[in-house]
Structures are given as structure tokens and as C-alpha cells.
């Protein structure tokens, strides 16, 4: 017998309407002739163009001479021309010209999908028996470029779900913070990537046991000025420099709502997107609450596994994971330390579930493979969908599983509480397997998830319509536990 599983009317689709403000870069000839064009201009002719401009497009966005201040200044850095005398401009030539280099980039314009849900740092002014909750989506628009937004919402304590209308606007963080790096864990993680030891060595000797990211930047460009570097070197460096970009913090602003907020990629490790974020709320030892979210950088060609850290969802932290244990996609990390050690799923070779215990958040090693595919469903890989559940018969994993026509399901399987390398049970049926209207999409025959959560005896399950939208389903907790049991 089957378990029951309840679709929810919920839905997240594409939305065109949500946009943002983006750097638009022509390239430094590019560049130089339409600044040229924009000084030739009359003062009332970049009165008027600004005007018409302002009055377009300020209703669609919060702060908009603000981004055009901030990209004339990136156009100033790559133009590097001061016979240009870009700096001795008035402020609304300024304006105008930052206006050129400005493009509106709709960030889920083409999917909307792979949710994970958590519980809401706030959750005051609820009616008894509800609970707020905050689920993360991978948002898509134009070039498949991924970045991560979110939205709120309650459920009651009869199990309906509603979520809050969206804001107004759509904004990036206002403050990007760089981090000090420690030498040796730089060097591992280098190792990890494969880049020659030799070639860092002749920018390590130009920094401490201890750098930020200027003086790596400043060590880097010493090293290529001093010597004759070919051009394997060059690309090593140029890995070196990715690395580094790799790690920072983010604020947002205090007034955004957060389904106002995007974390859109910052580093160059990212610069095709941020993939499939599994968020959880994380319990430590002493109590303190944080989430953390596990996902994947994608530069175009290679990923790195990336873990973001919050405590309210207005600041972030951002650095990449190391360790044999954090390689591949598919990182979810347990909700809280077993036995002292943070614990953490991965899928390190494409095709089995691993898992691995370590002291250290963002450094794994040894995993240690705990399933393989073992069902006609899930024969060409199985991995997790989200992180592990707790409940009093052992850590309730919602898995995904992949067979014939490269369709994807999600199951569940039941871990063992105190060694969760060891699996109880597993459905030796899907929890759920695409319909008809689920299965049509960018990628077809696909539901997957990323993160779900237990309230009022009910296990809640974001997921992701075949890459395209999200919807959700809601699932009896003793019933699915009962089922997975008597397997």
C-alpha cells in the first residue's frame, strides 16, 4: 500500500515582473565611445534624457539613482582613462552615464524551482497551533543565470499553507564584505583544485600566515610583473584569485521585505549561477540557532560547493566547503552535532549517498557511503533532497531517486539516530513520481526538493515542477514512518 500524499493548490511559477538592476558592461573601446557620445551632450539634452529615464523606470525600482552612481564608477574603473575627466563631471551627467551602463535583469523569468523550507526566525503574532516559515527557491531568468530568493508564509494548524504577497521591489545585498584568509587552508583547498603548488608558492611568499583579499590581489599582480609567467602559471594564478573571490559577506537592508531580497551571484566562482540551496535550521550545542544552506558555484565550466551561514536572513556569510567529503552537488547537513561532530550528506561520485562527520563546518573528509541504488527508480543515482528530519524513530530522509528516461521521483528512507550511517529502512516506492502536468518543463520528468519540514504531524515538501515552477505536497508523519518500518 501506497502512502497518501496530499498536493497542496500552492504554486510558484516564472514571474517576468521581478527585476533588478544590472551592471551593463560594454567592454573598456565600448565603453570610452559612448561616454564620449554622453559629454557631447548638451545640458539640456542630459536633462531631458534623465528625466524621461527617471520617470520610467524609479517606480520600478528602490533606490535607482543610487545603482546608476554605483555602475558610472564602474565604468570609470574600466574606461581608466583620465583624459576622459570623468571624475570632474556634475553629478546628472554622472547619473546619465551610469543610466547606460544599467540593464534590467528579470531573475525569474524563466524558472522557478527547487525550494527547501525552514522554520522563520520570527515567529511572533501567530494564532496557536501555525507556524512561519521561509522557503528559498532557485530563481532563473535570462542566460539560465541562478540566484536564490525567498518568500514567507504560515501554516495553520489545520495544514493550510499561505504565503505573504511579495514586495515591491527586488534588490540585491548593499554591503559586500571580503574576508581574511588563513594560508594553510588556502594551499588544501588549492590542492583540492588541482593547481600547482609551485605557482602559488611564488605569490605566498608575498603574504602572511593571514591576508585579505586586496593584498592577495596586490601579491598576485607583484608575481606577474616580477616573473615570467606562461601561460599554464597565468590560469593557476587566475585560479587563485577565484578561490579567494569565493568567500564574503552580505547585508541586505533593513527596509526590504524578504521576498524583496535576492542573494545573486557575487564571486567570480558563481558567475553562472547559484545552484539548489538546502537550507536547515541548525541547532548547536549551546542552543544558538543559525541556518546554514549548502549549495553549488558554477562558473561555467567547474562548481564549488559553497555553505552560507545567517541568523536573520538580512546577513550572510558566504565561504567554500574543502575536504574529499564536500565535493560533487548534493551536500545537506544534519540539523544539529551527533556526537559531537557536524554531519553532512553528500553524493561525491554522481551515483551514491555518502555521509561524513568533522569538527569543522567547512572542511570534510573520509565520507563514508551509507546508499546505493537499490530500487528500478532510482538505479541511475540516489541522492538526498534536504537535510535530515529528526523524529523519535531515527532521521527521516527525503531522498531523490533517478531511472528509466532519466525521470526523477522522491522517496524516503529512515537513519539511525545516534549512527545515521547506518539506514533503517527505505520506500521501495516512490513518495512521489511526476503526473502529467508535473512531468512538462525545461527539464522533463522531474520533481525534486531541497529541504522540507515536520509541523502538527505532518511532514511539508517543497518541490520543483521539472525545473521550471514549484508546488507542494504534505505527508502524514506516523503513516509515512509506519510505512517506511514495516519495509
Same mark, same amino acid.
Not at 525521470?407 to 529502512?425: F, V
Given at each position: 500500500? *501506497? ?60 533606490? +535607482? ?30 547619473? $546619465? ?8 535583469? *528579470? ?38 543565470? *541562478? ?7 504560515? +501554516? ?30 588556502? =594551499? ?6 588541482? &593547481? ?5 608558492? $611564488? ?62 551571484? &557575487? ?37 564549488? @560547493? ?11 556569510? &558566504? ?11 548534493? $551536500? ?59 523524529? @523519535? ?10 531511472? @528509466? ?28 513520481? @511526476? ?17 522540507? =519540514? =515536520? ?21 502524514? &508523519? ?5 510505512? $517506511?518500518?514495516?519495509?
Amino acid at each position: 500500500m *501506497s502512502v497518501n500524499v496530499e498536493r497542496l493548490p500552492n504554486r510558484f511559477y516564472p514571474d517576468f515582473k521581478r527585476v533588478i538592476i544590472r551592471f551593463y558592461d560594454l567592454g573598456s573601446q565600448r565603453s570610452e565611445d559612448l561616454v564620449k557620445k554622453v559629454i557631447d551632450m548638451s545640458d539640456e539634452q542630459v536633462d531631458l534624457t534623465l528625466a524621461q529615464t527617471l520617470r520610467e523606470f524609479a517606480k520600478r525600482h528602490r533606490n +535607482i539613482t543610487q545603482k546608476f552612481l554605483e555602475h558610472f564608477e564602474s565604468a570609470n574603473r574600466i574606461i581608466n582613462s583620465p583624459s576622459l575627466g570623468m571624475d570632474m563631471l556634475k553629478e546628472d551627467r554622472k547619473l $546619465l552615464v551610469g543610466s547606460y551602463f544599467s540593464m534590467e535583469y *528579470s531573475i525569474t523569468s524563466a524558472a522557478f524551482f527547487n525550494p527547501s523550507m525552514v522554520e522563520s526566525p520570527d515567529q511572533s503574532g501567530l494564532v496557536e497551533g501555525s507556524k512561519r516559515v521561509i522557503v528559498s527557491f532557485r530563481a532563473t531568468g535570462e542566460g539560465h543565470l *541562478s540566484s536564490i530568493v525567498f518568500h514567507t508564509g504560515t +501554516i495553520s494548524k489545520e495544514g493550510k499553507l499561505d504565503f505573504e504577497a511579495s514586495g515591491s521591489y527586488v534588490d540585491e545585498a548593499e554591503v559586500v564584505k571580503r574576508i581574511q584568509y588563513n594560508k594553510g587552508s588556502f =594551499i588544501k583547498k588549492l590542492r583540492e583544485m588541482n &593547481v600547482h603548488e609551485d605557482t602559488f608558492a $611564488l605569490v605566498a611568499d608575498r603574504l602572511g600566515d593571514k591576508f585579505s583579499y586586496e593584498e592577495l590581489q596586490h601579491a598576485v599582480q607583484e608575481t606577474i610583473a616580477l616573473n615570467n609567467t606562461n601561460d599554464k602559471k597565468k590560469q593557476a594564478i587566475t585560479q587563485i584569485m577565484w578561490l579567494a573571490d569565493s568567500h564574503y559577506k552580505i547585508e541586505f537592508s533593513r527596509d526590504t521585505h524578504i521576498s524583496e531580497r535576492v542573494i545573486f551571484p &557575487v564571486s567570480y566562482s558563481e558567475r553562472k549561477g547559484i545552484e539548489d540551496a538546502r537550507f536547515v535550521r541548525f541547532t548547536d550545542d549551546d542552543g544558538e540557532i543559525s541556518y546554514y544552506a549548502t549549495y553549488t558555484a558554477y562558473d561555467g565550466n567547474a562548481i564549488l @560547493p559553497k555553505l552560507m551561514v545567517t541568523k536573520d536572513f538580512y546577513n550572510f556569510e &558566504v565561504k567554500p566547503l574543502h575536504g574529499e567529503g564536500a565535493q560533487n552537488k548534493n $551536500l545537506a547537513l544534519f540539523p544539529r552535532k551527533i556526537n559531537g561532530k557536524y554531519v553532512m550528506l553528500s553524493r561525491i561520485d554522481g551515483i551514491n549517498s555518502f555521509i561524513g562527520f568533522s569538527d569543522k563546518i567547512n572542511i570534510w573528509q573520509q565520507p563514508i557511503k551509507i546508499q546505493e541504488p537499490k530500487y528500478y527508480w532510482e538505479y541511475v543515482q540516489i541522492g538526498n533532497a534536504g537535510a535530515p528530519i529528526e523524529t @523519535p524513530k531515527g532521521w527521516l530522509l527525503i531522498t531523490h531517486g533517478v531511472g @528509466p528516461m532519466r525521470r526523477y521521483c522522491l522517496g524516503a528512507s529512515l537513519l539511525d539516530l545516534d549512527d545515521p550511517t547506518k539506514e533503517i529502512s527505505r520506500l521501495s516506492e516512490p513518495l512521489l513520481i @511526476p503526473n502529467d502536468e508535473e512531468r512538462e518543463g525545461y527539464v522533463p520528468n522531474a520533481v525534486y526538493s531541497c529541504g522540507s =519540514i =515536520i509541523h502538527n504531524d505532518k511532514i511539508f515538501i517543497p518541490y520543483g515542477l521539472s525545473d521550471t515552477s514549484s508546488g507542494f505536497i504534505s505527508v502524514d &508523519v506516523k503513516e509515512l514512518l509506519d510505512k $517506511l518500518l514495516a519495509e
